[in-house]
C-alpha cells in the first residue's frame, strides 16, 4: 500500500489473474490506519481511513498447483477489516492473517468522489 494513499484508495479490480501454488496466508494483508496520519495538515483530528475502506475485487480467477487458499471461488473481493462494518457484509468471512475479510459478494464497492 501506498504510505502516501492515506485518504483515498480506489477500487483495485483483477480480472483473469491465476494463483498458482499460493497459500491462503500469501494472498492478501490490509494494514490498519498508522496513528502517525493523525495529523491536522491531512485529516484534521482523526486518522485517515484509506486502509479502513479498501477493495480488491478479482473476477474469473484461475487456480494452480497444489496448493491453494482454504476457500476458493471464481469471483470474489478481499475488503478492510473495518469495526462494525465488515462483519455485517453479506457472505463474507473474516481472515485474521489477512486483517481483512473474503467475500463473495459482487455488490461491494467504494464510493468515489
Not at 480480472?15 to 491531512?42: G, H, L, Q, R
Amino acid at each position: 500500500m501506498n504510505p502516501y494513499s492515506s485518504d483515498y484508495i480506489p477500487l483495485q479490480k483483477f480480472t483473469y489473474s491465476k494463483f498458482v501454488d499460493v497459500a491462503d496466508e500469501a494472498m492478501a494483508y490490509i494494514m490498519d490506519p498508522p496513528e502517525a496520519w493523525n495529523n491536522p495538515d491531512d485529516c484534521i483530528a482523526f486518522p485517515c481511513t484509506a486502509p479502513s475502506n479498501v477493495v480488491i475485487t478479482h473476477e474469473n480467477v484461475l487456480y494452480g498447483g497444489n496448493t491453494k487458499p482454504k476457500k476458493t471461488s471464481n469471483s470474489f473481493q478481499i475488503v478492510s477489516d473495518t469495526k462494525q462494518t465488515s462483519e455485517n457484509l453479506a457472505s463474507c468471512d473474516f481472515r485474521a492473517g489477512w486483517n481483512a475479510w473474503f467475500c463473495v459478494n459482487s455488490y461491494l464497492g467504494v464510493l468515489d468522489f
